[in-house]
């Protein structure tokens, strides 16, 4: 099982590399910058260094997996990532090739993927064009929708009864309301992390009032996670913001703090995630150690690599992700864009399509 603290290699680069920094270099801490750190308020200790060692780790992992340019590689480095994570559109055929006689099952992030990128998450609309295809491929095969959102939030957004959502990363599991793909349990509904609903709510509240002096900061209640979108903060607040955020949870042990694009998340210490969540999905669908069923898991947040893990070392089905700037991912396949990924699933309807017509006249 894949391990839900684990971060991608470029953030822990990152860390790494800001700990060393801070710790080691002399300049960091000079007259310079005495004036961030009067010696009256702030002795410089040991404990001190560390702390804003720590912070500057933040800020720098913050970066590295929140990236704000389109590609901070050359046109070599990008040309050598896709050699590696090839397109799905272009690879499209080798994809289908391998579930000519295998139960195809439909994955989906949602920010980033089914829908782009807002700076108000409340705005995340899914284009008309892309929830027909998302409908059409719950026609076909059985799909479902994975989310840090709240499951309520997701269904809002997509409002398509057929499909089952996974909410909160997986921690609040429902199924559709018809069930014609379904093989095994059918009262499908998952919720690992019920103990914590009222520690979450509370830690909320408590969030919502550290964060208010902070310009941009926007505080999202997912009811088994709570995401702080730094999406609108300038910069310079990064470290304010994740010391802030930081100082909430020190009193709550049984939580824990990650990082997603543009968000910090707070979640229960449980091992629970994406990853998961499909394992929980794929044996609700009767597939348990199956080797009739493909998996594809399209999705573009670091959060999703606990699903893209799963599938590689399940040894079954492709990993997508959905990104323009190369890096480091367990994902085989990649698209670009939500249009891209729009496009995907169409020409996954008209292969299931081609292949009924095929059957019908044999």
């Known amino acids: 099982m894949t391990n839900p603290n684990a ?17 080691n270099s002399p300049s960091l801490f000079s007259r310079t910058n005495i004036t961030l750190f009067p010696r009256n308020k ?36 990008k040309k050598a990532w896709i050699m590696k994570h090839p397109s799905a559109l272009g690879m499209f055929e080798e ?10 099952v439909i994955f989906l992030d949602y920010d980033g ?5 807002v700076e108000n998450p409340d705005q995340a609309y899914m284009d008309p064009e892309m929830r027909k295809a998302v409908k059409n491929v719950a026609k076909c095969f059985p799909t479902a929708i994975v989310s840090g959102r709240c499951r ?25 309301s018809s069930r014609k793909h379904q093989q095994g349990n059918q009262n499908v509904l998952c919720q690992p992390a019920k103990e914590f609903l009222p520690m979450m709510a509370e830690v909320y509240k408590i969030l919502i009032e550290k964060t208010k002096d902070i310009v941009g900061a926007n505080v999202e209640n997912n009811k088994f996670c709570l995401s702080i979108h730094y999406r609108c903060v300038k910069e310079q ?5 994740a010391q802030k955020v930081k100082s909430v949870l020190k009193n709550y042990p049984k939580l824990k703090l990650t990082q997603g694009r543009m968000v910090l998340e707070i979640r229960p210490t449980i091992k629970w995630d994406k990853g998961r969540a ?8 009767g597939y348990t150690n199956s080797k009739d069923v493909l998996p594809i898991y399209i999705g573009d947040d670091r959060t ?8 590689r070392k399940q040894g079954q089905g492709f990993g997508i992700l959905v990104s323009k700037i190369p890096k480091e991912t367990e994902a085989v396949y990649s698209l670009q864009e939500p249009l891209e990924v729009m496009y995907f699933l169409q020409r996954l309807v008209a292969w299931k399509r081609s292949t009924l017509h095929s059957h019908e006249r044999v």
């Open 7 to 23: 971060v991608v290699s470029d953030t822990q680069s990152a860390i790494a590399m800001a700990i060393t920094a801070a710790v």
């Open 152 to 176: 309520a939030k997701v269904c809002n957004f997509v409002r398509l009864s057929e499909l089952y959502y996974a909410g909160s990363h997986g921690m609040d599991i429902k199924g559709p």
């Open 304 to 311: 999703d690599e606990d699903a893209f893990k799963v599938l």
């Open 42 to 77: 702030f002795p410089v200790t040991t404990k001190n260094i560390e702390t804003a060692g720590k912070n500057i780790a933040w800020v720098e992992a913050m970066r590295a997996s929140s990236p704000t340019r389109k590609s901070s590689q050359d046109n070599e480095d």
């Open 95 to 104: 994809i289908m090739s391998a579930a000519k006689t295998k139960q195809v």
């Open 237 to 241: 607040s990064w470290s304010d913001l």
């Open 113 to 117: 993927t089914l829908s782009p990128i």
């Open 278 to 285: 499909i394992e929980f999905l794929m044996e609700s669908l």
